[in-house]
């Protein structure tokens, strides 16, 4: 599918990444890493919007496969037997002091068949991949509240929005497993 060619940004946990061309927006979408719902602006330009606001946008998501697949190394995604696209449960962890899963059930009731283990953490089973799952939740929070998404299926995780002393934690964890 051919865009009229233009450049944009997307953001996430307030970090802004771009310019991407209309074929690179268009792989993302592709491959999950952009969603309907994803943050983004034409390059140079201060208003945000979720994705599926831009006319030209919103048709990449027009008849999309429902194949989602994480931010990441290339390679054998499917460690566990899962391939990506396929259902797999999400163990959602949300800050608890702004009581936001509950504030937000109904974007995650929207993932797919899901419950409510405590009142911070849902299971969520769903085609979507961690960052998925991410991407589809950010812009329904604050920006002091986080969440922690792990893909009990892949073995993968992600998160958003963590204190710098708790992202420095996850990501020395992340990094031993990765070289084990």
């Keep these: 599918m051919a865009l009229a ?34 943050s983004v602006s034409p390059a140079g330009a201060q208003t945000w919007r979720e994705a599926h606001q831009y006319e030209v946008l919103a ?4 008849g999309q496969p429902k194949q989602a697949r994480a931010f990441g190394k290339a390679g054998n995604d499917d460690q566990q037997g899962t391939p990506e696209g396929s259902p797999a449960m999400m163990l ?14 109904n974007q995650i009731r929207a993932l797919g068949d899901a419950f409510r283990l405590t009142s911070n953490v849902w299971c969520v089973t769903t085609g979507q991949s961690a960052v998925g799952v991410k991407n589809a939740l950010v812009p329904h929070m604050s920006s002091r509240e986080f969440v ?27 990094v031993k497993s990765s070289a084990a």
């Design 59 to 62: 048709r990449l998501f027009d």
């Design 5 to 38: 060619p233009s450049n944009w940004c997307i953001k996430v946990a307030e970090k802004i990444y771009g310019p991407y061309s209309d074929q690179q927006m268009e792989a993302f979408a592709q491959e999950g890493r952009l969603s309907p719902r994803s």
């Design 92 to 105: 959602l962890v949300f800050d608890t002091v702004a009581s936001t899963a509950g504030r937000i059930e």
């Design 148 to 174: 922690f998404v792990v893909d009990t299926h892949r073995g993968k995780t992600t998160w958003h929005n963590m204190t710098p002393s708790l992202h420095s934690h996850l990501t020395r964890a992340y």
